[in-house]
């Protein structure tokens, strides 16, 4: 019932109403969901981030879940990774991953900010996922000066998004759970979205630049070949 932190941090996951059968629990290196489950982790108090996540999808249509979260903090603030289904409310985003982070305007209304990735998703196909936000130091090339940037980024597979990020971050509500497979959301079914498998995730407390990102998909394409072994 807990999903180990690897890291050493004690960050563990609680697994929440999985049946540990062939469908629903442990399979094949995974954590396999099927829109009845999800994992909670604790509060994460942090003005920046980076999420990352190695996914496959089951289905690139779903009645019922057409915009099925991968992970979320998202409460009245916060941030998290959704899968838009090609039927999704949203057609800019159909058939792609989108990466919302949750600010606030000068009218304190609470305004999501996305980057949708590029390309469709296929069902039954392995991704490394990453979702990123916060103030970057770059060096210059030419004069070797540091200069801060922020941004807010997604990538796919290497692939690489980017929009000029709102640094009005707005937090999730005090007590807010960073759910895996999910939203924090309270009420029936609110937790349980996502249908796929999970083989791992990572949370970094800052913003990784795009040759960060894009090196880590280097690395875990070893886990992704492992999967198949």
């Not at 991968?70 to 991953?97: D, E, H, P, Y």
């Not at 469709?120 to 979702?131: F, P």
Request: charged share 20%; glycine share 10%; hydrophobic share 35%.
């Amino acid at each position: 019932d807990t999903w180990d932190d690897l890291s050493g941090n004690g960050n563990n996951g609680a697994l929440a109403d999985f049946e540990f059968n062939d469908e629903s629990g442990w399979i094949y290196n995974g954590l396999h969901f099927t829109g009845n489950e999800y994992v909670s982790l604790d509060e994460f108090d942090l003005s920046e981030m980076t999420v990352e996540v190695v996914v496959k999808f089951d289905s690139i249509t779903d009645i019922t879940n057409p915009e099925q979260s991968i992970l979320s903090n998202a409460n009245n603030g916060g941030a998290g990774l959704v899968f838009n289904q090609l039927n999704s409310a949203t057609a800019s985003k159909r058939g792609k991953i989108s990466f919302d982070v949750y600010t606030q305007d000068e009218e304190g209304n609470i305004v999501p900010s996305s980057v949708v990735g590029k390309d469709l998703i296929q069902a039954n196909k392995v991704y490394s996922i990453s979702g990123s936000f916060g103030t970057l130091v770059l060096d210059e090339d030419e004069t070797g000066m540091g200069f801060e940037t922020i941004v807010q980024l997604l990538g796919v597979n290497g692939e690489v998004d980017g929009i000029d990020f709102n640094s009005n971050y707005l937090k999730p509500a005090t007590g807010t759970k960073f759910v895996i497979g999910g939203t924090p959301l309270v009420g029936a079914g609110a937790n349980t979205q996502f249908k796929g498998t999970i083989y791992s995730v990572r949370i970094y407390n800052r913003a990784l630049r795009e040759d960060e990102i894009k090196e880590k998909v280097k690395i875990l394409s070893c886990l992704i070949r492992e999967i198949w072994i």
